[in-house]
């Protein structure tokens, strides 16, 4: 072998385990954001939402950054329980915000939380149909149908247990024809008409736009969903995480969740 | 073939191996199994018998099996003749084609899974017409696993039979023409049993593709146990609430993928090279 292609093979060999350290290291770059001042928030945010927080916390994160130059707030939305697994297994976050208080509850046993997780919003389901109806479909009980194409979320999930709630709670038994891993996945679903009705969130129908119809149904208010936020006891950017989360609670962010269709707590 | 095997003799009997071979082989190596050894010493032992023979596990391994077979098949049934052109054929614009067959390499296959939903789903521009004339609807069922499966695995199928075509000589084909072959029979008789490594290496890659497939599975097929849920799917719904099981599950995967390549490699591929 000639001195120039072993030096190169060497060369990406380094190169290589550079690669291995620099993704080693990511997580703790976002971690570098100074601990701000009392007064002026600075520095990355990590902030973990759920999934149906998607379009809301990302406008918050943008008002936010807007009223705090030199703060940068970064989202890792996902199903809230894969999210709660995420910070157990120590990601670093600053802020937490659940779809389900199991969830909080799952980080807040493990030492993840500091001080008391707050309910900021509430959120309600509703019979998602796609645009025109086309099964039509008027309330639960036309879930139990076996000739329409029925999604729920999985029972695992936030959304699929408040849905076996609210069956429960109208004595029905739904006959789904698939158990999606997500709320996001169902309305995708019933956008692209592949199913004819679907349980899912009242925000996600809003979000949803002209493609999917809500119904709503007197059920739901037994399977109302509880939304927990918290600072995270190892947050890299504690006065950061505390500022994002008085930013939610504050009028001004509860004017935008409210606006999305959630309720407040 | 043969001065590929010749070659490999004689690097073996020239001794000890460069170091900057093995080095980075012993990292890639390490790379690829210390993470399964992750799970393995995770694993809640205790309660693993328990999980492993209930129904569930038992419904959706069956199911993937059966799933990741019967795409494979197809695979196959497509995908032998397809490299067949793409390396031997005359057709236009090969080039163009060679990279259309590797899109769903590079799709993310949750968006294969959207894809296959926009075409084949029930308002699909083939699937509404499936559904009216025939009334076939593939989303949500078994069939729909399969094919979602197919749509991922099949690039590796033909991508490693085009690749073992291009590398047989063609003269011997050629052979077989002037002594007043037809195409098909030189095809069977000559060009498959000179690709045959090769076909089954593919075949085993596309197996193997099919049966961890995820993504376009649940994007497509969605998920109900017994008719979609296949092992990936129950794995991942595992780890939403119970990361012991989704552990488990994963373990009985492994294991059984691992069985089925390791036999299959002695018997197929150790046998023919």
Do not use: H
């Not at chain 1, 936010?64 to 890792?76: D, I, L, R, S, Y």
């Not at chain 2, 205790?46 to 596990?57: A, P």
């Amino acid at each position: 072998m000639s001195r120039s292609s072993r030096s190169s093979a060497l060369a990406a060999a380094a190169a290589l385990t550079l690669v291995a350290c620099g993704s080693n290291d990511a997580p703790a770059a976002s971690r570098t954001g100074t601990p701000g001042g009392p007064a002026a928030v600075t520095g990355d945010i990590t902030v973990f939402a759920a999934s149906s927080l998607t379009e809301t916390f990302t406008r918050l994160g943008k008002d936010f950054e807007a009223a705090n130059p030199g703060a940068k707030v970064t989202f890792n939305f996902g199903g809230s329980s894969a999210l709660a697994q995420q910070i157990n297994s120590g990601a670093p976050a600053d802020v937490f915000a659940s779809a389900a208080p199991a969830n909080m509850k799952q980080v807040s046993d493990a030492g993840g939380v500091s001080g008391s997780p707050k309910t900021f919003v509430r959120n309600k389901l509703q019979i998602a149909v796609p645009a025109g109806n086309p099964g039509k479909v008027t309330g639960l009980a036309d879930l139990a149908k076996q000739d329409l194409k029925i999604a729920l979320c999985a029972e695992q999930v936030p959304c699929g247990a408040a849905a076996r709630k609210a069956l429960q709670a109208a004595g029905v038994t739904a006959a789904p024809d698939t158990l999606e891993q997500d709320v996001k996945a169902v309305l995708t679903k019933v956008s692209l008409g592949e199913v004819d009705a679907a349980l899912v969130y009242r925000t996600d129908v809003k979000a949803a736009g002209g493609k999917v119809e809500g119904i709503a149904f007197p059920e739901a208010d037994q399977a109302v969903n509880d939304y927990p936020i918290a600072t995270l006891a190892k947050a890299p950017n504690a006065a950061g995480a505390k500022a994002f989360v008085d930013f939610v609670l504050s009028d001004k962010g509860r004017a935008v969740l409210g606006a999305a269709g959630f309720d407040g707590p | 073939m043969t001065r590929a095997a010749t070659r490999r003799r004689t690097t073996r009997a020239r001794g000890r191996p460069p170091v900057v071979l093995v080095l980075p082989a012993v990292l890639g190596l390490a790379f690829l199994v210390v993470p399964l050894a992750g799970l393995l010493v995770r694993a809640p032992w205790t309660t693993l018998l328990g999980q492993l023979f209930s129904e569930e596990v038992g419904q959706a391994l069956t199911l993937s099996l059966v799933c990741a077979s019967l795409a494979t098949v197809i695979c196959l049934v497509l995908g032998v003749p397809l490299a067949w052109q793409l390396a031997r054929g005359d057709l236009p614009g090969r080039g163009v084609l060679r990279a259309l067959v590797t899109v769903p390499l590079v799709l993310p296959p949750v968006v294969g899974g959207v894809a296959l939903l926009l075409v084949l789903g029930r308002r699909g521009l083939v699937g509404q017409y499936l559904d009216a004339w025939f009334g076939i609807s593939l989303p949500f069922t078994t069939a729909g696993v399969v094919v979602a499966e197919a749509f991922v695995a099949m690039p590796f199928l033909v991508i490693a039979v085009e690749g073992a075509l291009r590398g047989a000589d063609p003269r011997f084909e050629e052979a077989a023409a002037t002594l007043g072959a037809s195409r098909w029979l030189i095809f069977r008789r000559v060009t498959l049993p000179a690709i045959a490594p090769g076909v089954v290496a593919g075949t085993v890659l596309c197996w193997a593709r099919a049966l961890g497939e995820f993504g376009a599975t649940i994007t497509f097929a969605g998920n109900f146990p017994g008719r979609t849920t296949t092992m990936p799917l129950a794995v991942y719904l595992a780890l939403e609430t119970d990361p012991g099981a989704a552990i488990v599950l994963s373990i009985v995967l492994l294991i059984l993928s691992i069985v089925v390549l390791v036999s299959l490699r002695d018997r197929w591929i150790g046998g023919a090279a």
